[in-house]
């Protein structure tokens, strides 16, 4: 009991040190000079306009995918990426809201080596630090977010989706066969596909698995 009463009393101590007695009064009321600095109605952080989704949610301009067929004349002719030619739609969406500033890419440092480098046509990858000659396509405005890291991708997605925004993550996995599901949610509905990826690549290639343009 010694040791623990040695323990509780550096506890206390510990405690003692916030000097609750400034803060609370008799009851454990916190005490009402301090209660008048907490901010009222939209200034309250739950209430804060600009992070309400809901009320600053502005349509996402999207391009006709049909526009981004490839022709198939006859089976095995045509030699085409499903991933470069989203690329090509990607840049398209970029390019139709950078107006708007409302849409963003978030990738897991693979964003070149999944072929959506056109995307960096019309914008260039966000960066605040020192840019060296030998950087590509690195600016502080840039609105493609790429690092390594699937989780901090998608907390940054998150984020930016409850300010009433949009973003597309891609997510990778390793496999020796893949397919590509992309989503693209409007304000009427949601249009998928699925395409064939990969077949007969060695495994443990990192390729997509799912790709997904997300309004909510």
Partial sequence: MGEMHQAVKLLEEWMKSYRPEELFD??????????ELAPEGNRRMGANPHANGGLLMKDLRL???????????SPGAPNAE???VMGKL??????QNLETKNFRLFSPDENNSNRWQDVLEVTKRAWNAEILPYDDSLAPDGRVM????????????EG????GRHGFFPVTRRSSTSSIR????????????TTSRGAGRSRGMNVPAITSITRK
């Fill in 146 to 157: 790429e690092m390594l890291s699937e989780n901090q991708c998608q907390g940054w997605l």
């Fill in 26 to 35: 008799s009851n454990g009321r916190l005490k009402p000079e301090l209660e």
């Fill in 160 to 163: 930016y989706l409850l300010t």
């Fill in 82 to 84: 499903t991933t470069r």
């Fill in 182 to 193: 992309c989503s693209i949610s409007t304000p009427s509905g949601s249009k998928s596909a």
């Fill in 63 to 73: 391009p006709d995918f049909r526009d981004y067929a490839v022709e198939v004349s």
């Fill in 90 to 95: 990607l840049r398209d969406v970029m390019k």
